[in-house]
């Protein structure tokens, strides 16, 4: 197979396989982060809309 020795190409296998897994690892932490803000983000976008609905509420009973 491979021209080179075979010390240098077990070397390249491994790095090739850890940079493989580096990359799967990375884009698994950045998978997880997006989650992250997206739930953050959704959880104050909800409580933002039921203080809205309060204070509409509030308001429209003043008006009463």
């Not at 491994?14 to 959704?42: F, I, N, S």
């Amino acid at each position: 197979g491979c021209s080179e020795p075979r010390s240098s190409h077990c070397t390249l296998a491994r790095a090739t396989r850890a940079k493989l897994c580096l990359k799967k690892q990375t884009k698994k932490e950045y998978m997880q982060m997006a989650y992250k803000h997206m739930k953050t983000g959704l959880i104050s976008l909800i409580s933002r809309k039921m203080q809205i609905k309060t204070t509409m509420k509030y308001h429209f009973n003043l008006l009463e």
